[in-house]
């Protein structure tokens, strides 16, 4: 079901979308997937799909997103897809979206506190750089990054600004992605936190971090201002 159901997403995208109008989809991996891997779940609900299934026992981005978009109620129950893509009028595709005025998300990354090593590391600091993506419709998907704050998880400071322009701001999730950067190996995940673009609030917040099985890494927290309009 999967790849037959990204083909249509892709390629029919309106008449996937006509569907959902009207029948419950259950998006499920091809039988053939055995390693317990994830499809991504984004693509689908850009087009109305209910329900996606997921291996919980596999962390990863998917798993982040799936835990992300229940942040909108509390993680009490079902959310509700936007108002758009239930109405029957509507001619919505993803994969075409020239006449939608852009929403611009501003985010500004000051700084962290108590951020973890990852496992890889042979000290007890980090070399801590934070990834911001924008999951969504296709030309809202997008990643930036900070630089790499040297030897410093105590406090490390950035001050990084960065504008996101989001065509469906009522579909796109944020995903915060802290990683440690070992020289020779590279970037390694510390912590990450994935949220509704749409109920992000304007200010100064704290980012609380979680591990890559969604528990608290607790006191760790990056420090951001956000505004948009």
């Known amino acids: 079901m999967g790849p037959k159901a990204q083909q249509l997403v892709r390629h029919s995208a309106q008449d996937f979308i006509y569907h959902t ?3 419950l989809t259950r998006i499920y991996p091809k039988a053939s997937r055995i390693d317990s891997s994830n499809l ?3 693509e689908f609900w850009n087009v109305g799909c209910q329900m996606v299934a997921l291996n919980m026992q596999s962390p990863g ?4 997103l799936q835990d992300g978009r229940f942040q909108d109620n509390g993680r009490c129950g079902y959310v509700l897809k936007p108002d758009f893509l ?3 009028d509507c001619t919505f595709d993803p994969n075409n979206l020239l006449t939608h005025r852009p929403f611009y998300l501003h985010i500004k990354v000051i700084s962290g506190f108590l951020l973890p090593p990852s ?3 042979k000290t007890n600091t980090a070399n801590p750089v934070v ?3 924008i999951h969504g419709v296709p030309p809202d998907q997008c990643r930036k990054k900070t630089r790499v704050a040297k030897n410093n998880a105590f406090n490390p400071q950035w001050n990084k600004s960065f504008l996101f322009a989001i065509k469906v701001p009522e579909l ?12 020779v190996v590279g970037n390694k995940f510390v912590g990450q936190y994935t949220l509704p673009v749409t109920c992000i609030s304007k200010g100064y917040r704290h980012i609380p971090l979680l591990n890559r099985y969604g528990q608290s890494l607790l006191p760790a927290s990056l420090f951001v201002h956000i ?3």
Do not use: G
């Open 21 to 23: 109008k009207n029948f």
């Open 40 to 42: 991504q779940p984004q």
């Open 61 to 64: 981005v998917p798993m982040d």
């Open 86 to 88: 239930c109405d029957l």
């Open 119 to 121: 496992n890889l590391s």
């Open 131 to 133: 990834t911001l993506e």
């Open 172 to 183: 796109a999730m944020i995903r915060f992605c802290l990683q440690d950067h070992i020289p």
């Open 227 to 229: 505004w948009y309009d």
